[in-house]
């Protein structure tokens, strides 16, 4: 009899002909094309493409922000296609972190209450966990700027409070849309090094959405996607950026993120 417990454990992620098709008035636009995907547990995945590929729509698609037209979608052992609206919404808040480009701060909040946020809106009952937020934010290098608003911090600091406000939940999945799409190389260097780190040390599955293939490199795995279809898969080749000494002594905030 087979041990149980050696079982390989199912993809966390398992798409099927997941296809998108918009419709306006007469015109009918595929931007997904029968996707099918499996994505491990606790593995950074990559998926890249230009403008126009479907990154966007499968990021949606997977983070449960909107239906597939066609399609199967199986989310941590959940088809989501088989949920109504309530019942996604639910399960996406227990089990799914965004990370996006544009950060998406609260400005009348601090880094802190950005955090806290997340926490209260997932309606989760037991209180939030002190020890976990303080190993996270010493991972972020953000313990000495929780206290300051976003306009007081700089592009990377914001992008660092945004990946602690979707990890506090200790979701299942991380979803990160253009992560560093906003920020310079230097910073953008350590927000990658940063979320590598933290999918190796909290076993977190990755999913990145990217158009830069030098980033999309660090992960493990890398799928190509053009015209709503994946075109190609590859593994990772790029050595992970060396953390910076970013974080406390950081006392005023650089220069605003390029706009894309």
Not at 83 to 105: C, M, P, S, W, Y
Not at 167 to 194: C, F, Q
């Amino acid at each position: 009899m087979t041990d149980v417990s050696t079982r390989p454990l199912p993809p966390i992620i398992v798409t099927e002909n997941l296809t998108k098709v918009y419709t306006s008035g007469r015109v009918r636009v595929a931007a997904l094309r029968g996707v099918s995907i499996e994505v491990e547990r606790g593995e950074f995945l990559a998926i890249v493409g230009p403008s126009g590929s479907g990154k966007s729509t499968l990021f949606y698609l997977l983070g449960g922000l909107t239906r597939a037209t066609h399609g199967k979608l199986i989310i941590d052992g959940v088809d989501f296609a088989a949920l109504d609206d309530a019942e996604r919404t639910r399960l996406r808040k227990h089990r799914i972190g965004f990370v996006f480009q544009r950060f998406n701060l609260l400005p009348t909040l601090s880094a802190m209450g950005n955090i806290e946020i997340a926490y209260v809106v997932s309606h989760r009952k037991e209180p939030m966990d002190l020890k976990f937020l303080d190993h996270l934010t010493s991972l972020l290098s953000i313990q000495e700027r929780l206290k300051h608003r976003p306009a007081e911090l700089s592009g990377g600091e914001q992008q660092r409070v945004a990946i602690a406000r979707a990890l506090i939940t200790r979701p299942a999945i991380v979803l990160a849309d253009e992560p560093t799409g906003n920020l310079d190389s230097k910073n953008s260097d350590a927000v990658l090094a940063m979320l590598l780190k933290l999918n190796r040390e909290l076993g977190q599955t990755t999913l990145m959405i990217t158009h830069n293939p030098d980033a999309a490199a660090i992960a493990d795995r890398i799928l190509h996607l053009r015209d709503g279809e994946i075109v190609g898969e590859e593994k990772g080749a790029r050595a992970a950026p060396a953390l910076p000494g970013f974080g406390s002594s950081a006392s005023a905030p650089e220069s605003p993120p390029a706009a894309d």
